[in-house]
């Protein structure tokens, strides 16, 4: 899986000036009331200055993992690949280990659980390996039979990777990584947020933090 930051529009000062508009001002350098102007905002939910901050993401993950992301709809716009018209062939994503089921719990995993048998069956070409080169090979010949491309794509399974371009607001951003990157979301999905995360970080170090609830008051 991969997350790689294509486009960024504002920085931090761009946050500020959203802000003191409302006053008639305007800063040209960051300084230290600009800070905690920022902070202030993150802190009691003022959110419309993080809006006028945008970054786009070109992200590749597999199926299962895109679709728990895209549920988020407000402040984003999405472009994704379509089996309609690309030609190349699929990939499909295999986990580094396999876990198993959480205790007291209908749903997730349990994190230190491994389920060993299953991890040394598939290095040597398991039944999930060949469950998918089957679906390969039914994709292939259904293709080469003449059938179009929109329901050949059918048989392929959840773990195929897909691509998207994802743009959106910081603060829509935010909202997905607050959600995300906690503890009871599937690993690989917060693994992705937590790319995100770290990307728009570095871009604003002053108001993610302060978005996310990391700032130092």
């Known amino acids: 899986m991969t997350v790689e930051l294509i486009d960024v529009m504002g920085t931090d000062l761009s946050v500020v000036n959203a802000a003191r508009v409302s006053f008639g001002k305007k800063h040209d350098e960051m300084t230290k009331g600009d800070v905690g102007l920022i902070k202030f905002l993150g802190k009691h939910g003022h959110w419309t200055p993080f809006g006028h901050c945008t970054l786009s993401f070109h992200i590749k993950a597999p199926i299962f993992v895109a679709r728990q992301l895209v549920k988020h709809t407000v402040g984003l716009c999405r472009n994704e690949i379509s089996r309609r018209y690309v030609e190349d062939e699929p990939e499909f994503f295999y986990p580094e280990k ?46 080469e039979a003449g059938v179009c491309p929109e329901q050949a794509r059918m048989v392929l399974p959840q773990n195929t990777y897909t691509e998207w371009y994802w743009t959106g607001s910081l603060y829509a951003f935010s909202r997905v990584c607050n959600l995300r990157c906690k503890d009871d979301t599937q690993k690989e999905t917060r693994d992705v947020a937590w790319e995100i995360q770290d990307l728009a970080k570095e871009k604003f170090p002053v108001s993610w933090p302060a978005l996310v609830g990391k700032s130092d008051d």
Request: aromatic letters at 8%.
């Open 98 to 143: 396999w876990r198993g089921n959480p205790e007291n719990k209908k749903q997730g995993s349990d994190p230190d659980s491994n389920i060993e048998w299953l991890d040394r069956t598939e290095r040597t070409g398991g039944r999930v390996r060949k469950t998918c080169e089957f679906a390969m090979h039914t994709y292939k010949t259904l293709l």
